[in-house]
């Protein structure tokens, strides 16, 4: 079965600080992965997507993530962080049945921003 | 476009009630599912639809029903409200397998 691991629940770095978040999946075939974004209260909000060729994909609000294969990840980066960066970042799989995308998240991770 | 609408926002049942969960969507998207938020969990996908008329289950159905007549609107029924259900639930919807799913604001559920 498919699944996406999470491993740090929280995150706090300094306002400036560069940012990794990371995202391990298990998934038999070649991977549709995203990463998400929440800000409290809110809906979630795509910040990127792979789905083929180059590996390292560049998203909205200055955010990356690179794909590796090898290591079953798609780590999120940031060179530098805004305080607006706090909020609840999810990194998804997705398979297609039937043509239809179901999304498979990971736990989540808070990230906040100190001053 | 107002994108994918969710309501009510908030509601509180008490055990054994029903009720319905509306979602709507303008943006004439073939594919809508239902997610439920879980500290700690993630999102977890209940059922889904591929088109109007076509339902399927997700990873966490029971205890839900839903319908698609139209292609706009997916409600999701809460047969008989159990406090496992407190949760938060999004509505997504996208245009079909490649392309992102766009999430509406969440419905907060209290069962007591």
């Known amino acids: 079965a498919q699944s996406v691991t999470q491993p740090d629940i929280h995150i706090t770095v300094s306002e400036g600080a560069s940012l990794e978040l990371r995202c391990n999946y298990s998934?038999?075939?070649?991977?549709?992965l995203f990463w998400y974004v929440q800000s409290p209260g809110q809906g979630l909000q795509l910040l990127l997507k792979y789905f083929s060729g180059d590996t390292l994909v560049q998203g909205i609000k200055g955010f990356e993530a690179e794909f590796k294969r090898s290591q079953s990840s798609f780590n999120l980066r940031k060179p530098s962080v805004h305080w607006s960066d706090a909020a609840e970042y999810f990194c998804a799989v997705a398979r297609g049945i039937q043509g239809a995308q179901k999304l498979v998240f990971g736990q989540g991770t808070r990230l906040t921003i100190n001053p | 476009n107002a994108g994918v609408t969710q309501t009510p926002k908030f509601q509180v049942l008490k055990t054994g009630q029903s009720m319905t969960l509306q979602c709507a969507q303008d943006?004439?998207?073939?594919?809508m599912s239902w997610y439920r938020q879980d500290p700690g969990m993630g999102l977890r996908l209940i059922h889904y639809s591929v088109g109007a008329g076509i339902t399927d289950q997700g990873e966490v159905p029971n205890g839900y029903n839903v319908s698609r007549s139209t292609t706009e609107d997916f409600p999701l029924r809460l047969l008989s409200a159990a406090p496992s259900q407190t949760s938060v639930y999004f509505c997504a919807s996208h245009r079909g397998r490649g392309y992102e799913q766009y999430f509406g604001p969440g419905t907060r559920l209290t069962v007591t």
């Open positions: 998934y038999g075939a070649t991977p549709y």
């Open positions: 943006m004439n998207h073939e594919y």
